[in-house]
């Protein structure tokens, strides 16, 4: 299917690959401003290959800039996202009484959102015997007396009626009806008791997941974990992540966790399920060295070299020779390169096909067939 992606992106680029010679423009420069001529003629050696914004989200064409990597301690591995497992919970019964659901699972909630009501036999009672107390204690207090044991007795019985209802919102105390609310935001996955059901306190009454970022799991060989440590920093596509470590297993594996690092409005672009690649530079003492992806080097014939975006035309990419150094963990040190460059990490294959020869020698015009065979123009006829 790549192929016959090229085969449709192969008619925007054909067109476009250039090569910047002089006798090639000699008649435009005599009406060219000064300026105009002096950048093309910088450019004369250059070659490239300028790309619609259509046809490079056809080749799936994806660039990234150079970045400084540790990459002499860089250990890379892949791992895959899924939810935090310390966002899965369950609710249980604060107080003993009548379940009446507010909510259906599965729903979303969000702090303040109730949940269910209750009516508790033994809340009432013990409301009521408060109020009791209460009454009393205010008669003796309008009398004029003293009763400390009464006002002992008073005091303890507060403190046990706030504990028997703490975190929920009265409705009716004299009836003991209470109304249980979200604290967090997440997700109620199930209902474990029934509307009208008598649950006692401590029944496990709903399953839910509490709105966490997910966390990333990867079970890494021992000899590539030796560097790895709780707190380390990682890298997970563009985002960063939190190490850590898990070193009880016994199968010769390590369990490696990565939280990543959230801020700003505390999203994450993981999707639960994908295959991430991981990268720890494990020496931080290590001097960052100028790195692209490791995908992004190809030979031109003998020469190393990169596709670069015109710092003049963001559609155009130029070839440029780079000298490259250690490869690890995905990327590649390299020189040559300006920190700023902005190299094709994807796509490169396809530019390839439609970059014009060196030395300004025409290249064969083609097309691709279903099998991914190239031919020139003119072959298929004979």
Request: proline share 4%.
């Amino acid at each position: 299917m790549k192929y016959l992606s090229f085969l449709f992106a192969a008619a925007f680029m054909s067109s476009c690959a250039y090569a910047h010679e002089h006798s090639k423009h000699e008649h435009e420069h005599e009406h060219e401003p000064a300026h105009e001529h002096e950048h093309k003629h910088e450019h004369a050696h250059e070659r490239g290959v300028e790309i619609s914004d259509t046809a490079a989200k056809l080749i799936g064409l994806k660039t990234v800039r150079v970045e400084m990597r540790r990459i002499a301690s860089s250990v890379g591995f892949y791992g895959r996202v899924m939810s935090d497992p310390r966002a899965l919970r369950s609710k249980s019964m604060p107080l003993a009484g009548f379940v009446a659901w507010r909510i259906g699972a599965p729903c979303e909630i969000r702090p303040g959102d109730e949940i269910l009501r209750l009516v508790s036999p033994d809340a009432a009672t013990a409301y009521g015997e408060l109020s009791t107390l209460e009454a009393r204690f205010d008669a003796v207090e309008k009398s004029g007396a003293k009763n400390a044991s009464l006002a002992a007795e008073l005091a303890a019985k507060r403190i046990a009626y706030a504990a028997m209802t703490n975190a929920l919102v009265a409705v009716d105390a004299g009836r003991g009806e209470f109304s249980l609310r979200a604290t967090v935001r997440g997700r109620v996955n199930e209902q474990l008791v029934a509307s009208g059901v008598f649950a006692e306190r401590g029944t496990d009454i709903l399953k839910m997941t509490v709105a966490k970022p997910p966390v990333v799991f990867a079970l890494v060989p021992f000899s590539d974990a030796r560097g790895l440590a709780d707190g380390a920093k990682a890298r997970v596509g563009r985002q960063m992540g939190t190490i850590r470590v898990d070193r009880t297993r016994t199968d010769g594996l390590v369990g490696v966790w990565i939280a990543y690092d959230i801020a700003g409005d505390g999203t994450t672009d993981a999707t639960p399920g994908e295959s991430v690649y991981v990268t720890v530079e494990a020496d931080q003492a290590e001097t960052p060295v100028a790195c692209v992806p490791s995908t992004a080097v190809f030979r031109d014939g003998v020469t190393p070299s990169v596709f670069v975006r015109d710092e003049h035309d963001e559609d155009m990419f130029v070839v440029k020779p780079v000298v490259p150094g250690r490869s690890a963990a995905g990327w590649t040190a390299v020189a040559g390169l300006d920190a700023d460059d902005e190299v094709v990490s994807q796509g490169v294959y396809e530019l390839r096909h439609a970059l014009p020869a060196a030395g300004g020698e025409k290249k064969s015009a083609g097309h691709f067939h279903a099998d991914g065979t190239f031919h020139a123009d003119g072959e298929d006829k004979e």
